[in-house]
């Protein structure tokens, strides 16, 4: 067990201000003067206390792709980037479609021990959208799977998703979705507008997103399932979620920090570091994006963390991967975005971050926890003054492919203790080392 | 100029002056020597990652016939397919001390990236990249427009010129290059094409869209006619295809003898090749009088020299 | 030495003189093309076909001069920045077998004659190709006259020779500046 640690003159939540008095894994008081003799003190003025992050949406790549992410380097990625726990989607190689898998990442998870590590079980088996894979196995394993994802590629069956939605149930399972009608989706490379014209890029409609949310939401108030949408990214999925929620569908959703910062605009370089799925869009579902998390629409943020080696994005756009890496710069995304904005404030970060993410994959009994006496100690601290600019080498992810490179933003995760144990800590915080 | 790889963002003088210096190219090509001496010493790469011999020949007589070493690298495991990367190909080129490189690739884009990656020093001619740009193709497409219509034409653009291009917009870089190239250059252009060979977003581009060619015919005094290849695989994929037939494609957008014989009488009839005679443009019509099909390719080859000439013969590329 | 050096009535003179000297030396003007070479030798070919017409009046000045580019020969390309091509007319009955009179305003190094001589040679093949220039200022980094000199004027590299002509820049001088001094 770690030595006691005092966390003084915090802002819990951006609120008040405390000491975190951490011992045993748990908060054990609010107060300095009750630590214990042997405890490292560290000032904590300045600083921003969450409970610790956790992630809806990361690929960690292993087994498989270990060439662009590791359980290790993705795990110690996310404790940089303020994380005690991330979902690890099923995309692997062999697919997360069974117990064996499943359960080998997350004692893998278990080994490194930097974040909890929740595996995210297939919906349909290897991912290809034909059968169900067998998720009472998955949920009944060591690994305890409740959200389950194709991700990548979408449920795109409608009588498929309407089985997942109903037979999830049985085990308070989640069906998340990659909402993307495959065949208005062929080829396509970036969003389909005005800029895709000019770069003579095939386009990715919105409607593309827009009517498999609508389908699915249907589905879901027809069948009672619980349905999570994931990376939302037009002004017409927020309004169809909206609309949903409105009607009492049990639906969820999740805003990216690059739909909420970066455009279409972003494309005219053709550089590949914004090459992702869904695309970026235009400015307008920006706005939209943001306000529906703004108002709740949108329940939490989510990374979508999705790592790829050099050689993948070192290339011409149409022959690049999607996707962008995102665990160590959620939070000064977030920030800069939403809470410098006055759109969000702290309290609302540890919502969106932490506590709905975990209620959400039902790991709300170890995260997203309250910070108060007797909770576990998965604390996350921010500096929202500690700006600084993105660079290639600065990442503990295996991977480099960072749309934000070169970009200054406003804050960044200090520290984060897993159950009291400091998992990540900056320069400042050195005296936890021990 | 560095490179030339789009007409988007060109300046009118830049544009006037491509123009102008094709000119002067042209003039040499009629004498008994055509070989200059201008570019001796320097070394032209063709890089094609897709085919086409035409473009490719135009500017291999381009760069020869300005003294310019050739070397012809035609890439076809393109990275797309997993061959050799762009990047480690670029890489090669730079060793081999290309002063140009010109490429033809299927992925939009990829000339942008090989100018701006930092592979290579020299200059990039994009000679068609996926549906984005055909630089080379549009000044040739403007020059030969410009000769034919513009009385004394040098230092002048194509004011108050009407152009329609008729066809596949959506797949085309021709159309894109052209768009930009002949608005800068003062002319109106008109679009002629059903919206599903029209790209979504074409309502923010400075021209007219008219969905049928004869409404094109009647609504505006066209200088000059483009008609656009047609790939017959768009219109017989089934569900993937963007027209019911190439029969009703020919009846509703192909240029024939009585839809020519309704253009004003001084009217041109371009096309970028190579024609599907038959299909987008009748016999009559791409073999009478109206058609500079033929100037066109003859122009190909002064006009890249004129690019190649710019590019390469100052102090900036040396 | 700064200011003008020639008045529009010394380059009248001159030139009155260099059409004398052309018609001399060829025993008439039968065979003669006169090439100027762009800019400010264009306007002085035109001029000198003037002069030699009035002299012997069976000489077609119109189809007698013409202009020759020299830019796409030359060998200093790469040290400047991109230079517009000018254009280059040869008078009809072309250059073969005839008397070529380059002409231009100054000359200097003997480079730009140098690649006047190489356009000219994939023209065609003259029988003799002569050089008249307004100015000769000396420095030449190559071997290379002129036939017919308008003035000699003794400069330093440090001096720069600038040629006005009506056509071109509304008056006729020549003067020399220091450079730097403007
Ligand atoms: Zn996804």
Redesign the pocket.
Known sequence: MSRPIVITNVSLYGEETADLVIADGAITSLSAADAPADAVTVDGSGLVALPGLVDLHTHLREPGREDSETIETGSRAAAKGGFTAVHAMANTTPVADTAGVVEQVYSRGKEIGLVDVYPVGAVTVGLAGEHLSEMGAMADSRARVRVFSD??KPVADPVLMRRALEYAKTFGGVVVQ?AQEPRLTEGAQMHEGIVSAELGLAGWPAVAEESIIARDVLLAGHVGGRYHV??VSTEGSVDIIRWAKSRGIDVTAEATPHHLLLTDENARGYDPRFKV?PPLRPQRDVDAVRAGLEDGTLDIVAT?HAPHPTEDKDCEWAAAAFGMIGLETAVGVLQKVMVDTGRLTWRDVARVLSETPARIGRVDEEHGRPLAVGEPANVTLIDPADAWTVERDGFASRSSNSPYIGMELPGRAVATFLRGTPTYYSARFQEVAQ | MKHLLGTDGMSREDAVLLLDTAAQMAATQEREVRKLPTLRGKTVVNLFFEDSTRTRISFEAAAKRLSADVINFSAKGSSVSKGESLKDTALTLQAMGADAVVIRHSASGAAYQLAHSGWLRGSVLNAGDGTHQHPTQALLDAFTARRRLVDDPEGKGLDGLTLAIVGDVLHSRVVRSNVSLWTTLGAKVVLVAPPTLLPVGVSTWPVEVVHRLDHAIDRFDLDAVMMLRVQRERMTGGGDAFFPSPEEYTRLYGLDRSRMDRLPSHAIVMHPGPMNRGLEIAAEAADSDRSVIVEQVANGVAVRMAALYLLLAGEEAA | MSGTIMSAADIHRALTRIAHEVIERNEGADDIVLLGIPTRGEPLATRLGERIASVEPGFDAAASVGAIDITMYRDDLHRQPTRPIGSTKVPDRGIDDRIVVLVDDVLHTGRTIRAALDAIKDLGRPRAVQLAALVDRGHRELPIRADFVGKNLPTSRRERVDVHLSEIDGEDAVMVTERGDK
């Open positions: 991700d990548g990659h994931q990376h799925n979508d």
